[in-house]
Structure formats: C-alpha cells, structure tokens
C-alpha cells in the first residue's frame, strides 16, 4: 500500500476538493464523493500513513497525484 506520511483531515479534504470530490457529510467520519466514487476519511489529525495511501487509492488517485495536489 502506498504512503503519505501523516496529513490533517483538513489538508486531505483539501486536496480531494481539488480532485473533484464534495462533502456530502460530516459527522465522525467525513463522507466525500465525486458521483462515481465515494469514499470516508476519519477525522484524526495527523491521518495515519496506511490510511491516507488507502483513501487516495479509493479516490482513484496515485501517491504522486495526490501528493501534487496538496
């Protein structure tokens, strides 16, 4: 699984705004979709590293992508 070292809930809903998602709820977790996919980031800070490559895999996005857009 790819990593990107620890980022705040805030910068990864950030980058995924850029990729195209919105934030459809918040709550414990926040639930972001593009209309294709949807995917669920927690509300820790920092987001742990194994996660945050799994949430960027979900989004359909490479490390390198992602990276880019933070």
């Known amino acids: 699984m790819p990593k990107i070292p620890g980022i705040s809930h805030q910068a ?9 998602f919105v ?11 593009d209309g294709t996919r ?10 742990d590293a194994y996660t945050m490559g799994g949430i960027a895999k ?4 490479t490390v390198e992508q992602f990276k ?3």
């Not at 949807?38 to 987001?47: F, L």
Request: proline fraction near 5%.
């Open 12 to 20: 990864a809903i950030r980058a995924l705004e850029k990729a195209g």
């Open 23 to 33: 934030v459809k709820r918040q709550g414990k977790h926040i639930v972001m979709s």
């Open 38 to 47: 949807i995917i669920t980031i927690p509300r820790a800070n920092p987001i």
């Open 58 to 61: 979900d989004a359909g996005l």
């Open 68 to 70: 880019t857009l933070l």
